[in-house]
């Protein structure tokens, strides 16, 4: 009864975003996204409506046009031997379509992350199944993680790295979808992230975190992050991780960054003109 225990969930969302609402350092933080971050504080406080995820800042941040689909599915059924990773979580009231043949409900946004994700295992040949340790910076509603981890099919250590309402967002949503013994929400330095869980750690505890990562993640989001940010990922390494998977438009300049750090540049398609990843 996802409902249901999205309704306890939410009723508790107000006291989490409170022990996390000051973690924060405000020279990471592009003005857009301090202004889209006051929007949907506004919009969740105090008790999150259940079509959380249907607010501008994540509707239109986090779900493409759900053109896109037709073009990405096939790569990702090639991939999986049915839809069931496809099938949509109900929580927040996501926009869905239904995929052709199976009638699964599906979204333009968990096509979209599952696509990210199988073009990861496809260029490096590397399976997230054997990933231990992975660090996502900007990890919008949760989408993305919750994928990894079933996906993986294990226990992987992760670490999103966000603002603090992203976070308290993240902790509402993987709660519902993973269970709350999944997740695990920091609101305090040092961060010694909690093996085999989700830890949300709101960026002002980011460079407080002891963390040794296999794999950094930054989809449209190190990106959007000011370049006191950036350079302070770089400075501490990308989290020691040896692979990488980011994604943003051709020209970044970031790009140069990713690019010195052993990453190469793989373009999303032609559906997708200007936008690339850059893996390693
Ligand atoms: C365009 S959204 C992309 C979300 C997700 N990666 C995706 O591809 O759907 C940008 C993400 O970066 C986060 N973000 C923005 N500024 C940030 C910062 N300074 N540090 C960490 N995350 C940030 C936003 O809250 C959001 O989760």
Same mark, same amino acid.
């Given at each position: 009864?996802?409902?249901?225990?999205?309704?306890?969930?939410?009723?508790?969302f107000t006291?989490?975003?409170?022990?996390?609402?000051?973690?924060?350092d405000?020279?990471?933080?592009?003005?857009?996204?301090?202004?889209?971050?006051?929007?949907l504080?506004?919009?969740?406080?105090?008790?999150?409506?259940?079509?959380?995820?249907?607010?501008?800042?994540?509707?239109?941040?986090m779900?493409? *046009?759900?053109?896109?689909?037709?073009?990405?599915?096939?790569?990702?059924?090639?991939?999986?031997?049915? *839809?069931? =990773?496809?099938?949509?979580?109900p929580?927040?009231?996501?926009?869905?379509?239904?995929?052709?043949?199976s009638?699964?409900?599906?979204?333009?946004?968990?096509?979209?992350?599952?696509?990210?994700?199988?073009?990861?295992?496809?260029?490096?040949?590397?399976?997230?199944? *054997?990933?231990?340790?992975?660090?996502?910076?900007?990890g919008?509603?949760?989408?993305?993680?919750?994928?990894?981890?079933?996906?993986?099919?294990?226990?992987?250590?992760?670490?999103?790295?966000?603002?603090?309402?992203?976070?308290?967002?993240?902790?509402?949503?993987?709660?519902?979808?993973?269970?709350?013994?999944?997740v695990?929400?920091?609101?305090s330095?040092?961060?010694?992230?909690?093996?085999?869980?989700?830890?949300?750690?709101?960026?002002?505890?980011?460079?407080?975190t002891?963390?040794?990562?296999?794999l950094?993640?930054?989809?449209?989001?190190?990106?959007?992050?000011?370049?006191?940010?950036?350079h302070?990922?770089?400075?501490?390494?990308?989290?020691?991780?040896?692979?990488?998977? =980011?994604?943003?438009?051709?020209? *970044?300049?970031?790009?140069?960054?990713?690019?010195?750090?052993?990453?190469r540049?793989v373009?999303?398609?032609?559906?997708?003109?200007?936008?690339?990843?850059?893996?390693?």
């Open positions: 009864m996802p409902f249901l225990q999205f309704n306890d969930l939410a009723k508790h006291e989490h975003f409170r022990r996390v609402q000051n973690c924060v405000p020279r990471y933080v592009r003005p857009d996204w301090v202004a889209r971050n006051l929007e504080e506004r919009h969740l406080l105090p008790v999150p409506p259940a079509d959380f995820l249907r607010h501008p800042a994540i509707r239109y941040q779900f493409v *046009d759900e053109r896109v689909v037709a073009h990405e599915l096939p790569f990702i059924r090639r991939r999986l031997p049915d *839809d069931q =990773l496809l099938a949509e979580d929580i927040g009231d996501p926009p869905t379509t239904t995929l052709p043949d009638g699964v409900r599906t979204s333009s946004n968990t096509v979209h992350q599952l696509f990210h994700l199988l073009r990861y295992e496809e260029t490096t040949g590397r399976q997230l199944g *054997d990933i231990g340790t992975v660090v996502e910076w900007g919008g509603f949760g989408s993305l993680m919750r994928l990894l981890v079933r996906r993986h099919g294990g226990q992987p250590t992760c670490v999103i790295f966000d603002t603090p309402i992203f976070s308290a967002v993240q902790w509402l949503y993987l709660s519902a979808v993973l269970g709350e013994d999944g695990a929400l920091h609101s330095a040092p961060v010694e992230p909690v093996a085999g869980r989700v830890n949300l750690v709101p960026i002002g505890l980011a460079m407080d002891t963390v040794a990562a296999d950094f993640i930054s989809n449209w989001a190190l990106n959007e992050s000011t370049s006191a940010a950036q302070d990922v770089i400075v501490r390494d990308w989290f020691g991780a040896h692979s990488l998977l =980011l994604a943003m438009h051709a020209g *970044d300049p970031l790009t140069e960054r990713a690019l010195d750090r052993g990453a540049a373009p999303l398609g032609d559906f997708m003109p200007g936008q690339q990843y850059l893996v390693a």
